[in-house]
């Protein structure tokens, strides 16, 4: 199970070594949570699962066992993976540990041939520039109560279940041109998770719960007014607070999103290890999955 170990880090209270870098399973779900909790973030225990199951989910442990820093790589296939979910518990912070898992889990993505791939926020930004990652595009968090009256559209999309998979894969790969199978399926099998297709199928929405709120993503349309019908259906139908991931270059659902009641979190760049491969955003995807996800 052990990777690797960190060098001894220097604290205030002089030499400390660093605990091993371990490989999680799923019995580390709810100390996964624990810490994604205490950052205030909105991933949930299937969230952490599927990391552990689909992905290389990694894990540094106190003397007690418990957790105390995390990070993930997802592969899509072997084009490219996401490196998320990194995570240090206040107390073990500035002692190498982030950086020691996110070498882990860029070479786990390298040696596997799949260009690694992350979300940031315009600090995190600014170090993973210094590993070699290039910025993309920007996107916005948007947030809402939930509880905006939103109208119905006159063809309005169809909900979609777990029978859409095909069809709904196959959108998301022609927008994203990775392939994500096996995160959509497990949205859609979640419990809580509601899925629309538009009248026409060419595109399609998913909305799933969160430990702080909904996540409305992915959203994959023909064009900006089709985004809008779907994600009117999402929001008709969610009574609790809404996040949503939107490229910044996506002006008229954000227009759209302020009529509603929406207001922006927070920002955050797409990037890429190495500068030949600037993430751009795909002409179909209005909304992403999220940070963690893509």
């Given at each position: 199970?052990?990777?690797?170990?960190?060098?001894?880090?220097?604290?205030?209270?002089?030499?400390?070594?660093?605990?091993?870098?371990?490989?999680?399973?799923?019995?580390?779900?709810?100390?996964?949570?624990?810490?994604?909790?205490?950052?205030?973030?909105?991933?949930?225990?299937?969230?952490?699962?599927?990391?552990?199951?689909?992905?290389?989910?990694?894990?540094?442990?106190?003397?007690?066992?418990?957790?105390?820093?995390?990070?993930?790589?997802?592969?899509?296939?072997?084009?490219?993976?996401?490196?998320?979910?990194?995570?240090?518990?206040?107390?073990?912070?500035?002692?190498?540990?982030?950086?020691?898992?996110?070498?882990?889990?860029?070479?786990?993505?390298?040696?596997?041939?799949?260009?690694?791939?992350?979300?940031?926020?315009?600090?995190?930004?600014?170090?993973?520039?210094?590993?070699?990652?290039?910025?993309?595009?920007?996107?916005?968090?948007?947030?809402?109560?939930?509880?905006?009256?939103?109208?119905?559209?006159?063809?309005?999309?169809?909900?979609?279940?777990?029978?859409?998979?095909?069809?709904?894969?196959?959108?998301?790969?022609?927008?994203?041109?990775?392939?994500?199978?096996?995160?959509?399926?497990?949205?859609?099998?979640?419990?809580?998770?509601?899925?629309?297709?538009?009248?026409?199928?060419?595109?399609?929405?998913?909305?799933?719960?969160?430990?702080?709120?909904?996540?409305?993503?992915?959203?994959?349309?023909?064009?900006?007014?089709?985004?809008?019908?779907?994600?009117?259906?999402?929001?008709?139908?969610?009574?609790?607070?809404?996040?949503?991931?939107?490229?910044?270059?996506?002006?008229?659902?954000?227009?759209?999103?302020?009529?509603?009641?929406?207001?922006?979190?927070?920002p955050f760049f797409r990037?890429?290890?190495?500068?030949?491969?600037?993430?751009?955003?795909?002409?179909?995807?209005?909304a992403l999955a999220g940070?963690?996800?893509?």
């Open positions: 199970m052990v990777l690797s170990e960190v060098q001894e880090a220097r604290t205030l209270n002089g030499l400390r070594e660093v605990p091993r870098i371990e490989a999680l399973t799923l019995g580390d779900v709810e100390g996964g949570l624990a810490l994604s909790d205490a950052a205030g973030w909105n991933q949930t225990a299937d969230d952490w699962a599927l990391f552990i199951q689909h992905g290389r989910a990694l894990g540094c442990r106190d003397a007690a066992g418990g957790l105390v820093a995390t990070a993930a790589a997802l592969p899509y296939g072997a084009e490219a993976g996401w490196i998320s979910m990194v995570l240090v518990a206040e107390g073990w912070r500035h002692r190498g540990l982030a950086s020691a898992l996110m070498r882990e889990c860029l070479a786990h993505l390298q040696a596997a041939g799949a260009l690694p791939l992350l979300d940031a926020t315009p600090a995190g930004a600014a170090v993973y520039r210094s590993l070699g990652f290039a910025s993309g595009f920007g996107f916005e968090r948007w947030q809402s109560s939930g509880q905006g009256d939103v109208a119905i559209a006159a063809e309005p999309p169809r909900l979609a279940d777990a029978s859409d998979i095909d069809r709904i894969a196959s959108l998301d790969r022609s927008a994203t041109g990775l392939d994500r199978r096996f995160l959509l399926e497990s949205f859609l099998f979640r419990a809580g998770t509601r899925a629309w297709l538009s009248a026409d199928t060419r595109g399609f929405v998913i909305a799933r719960e969160g430990r702080r709120a909904t996540q409305i993503g992915p959203l994959v349309a023909s064009g900006a007014g089709q985004a809008i019908v779907l994600l009117g259906a999402a929001l008709a139908a969610s009574k609790q607070p809404v996040f949503l991931d939107v490229p910044t270059s996506r002006r008229e659902i954000a227009a759209w999103l302020e009529r509603q009641g929406f207001h922006r979190q927070r990037m890429s290890l190495g500068a030949a491969h600037p993430p751009v955003v795909g002409e179909r995807s209005f940070p963690e996800f893509g």
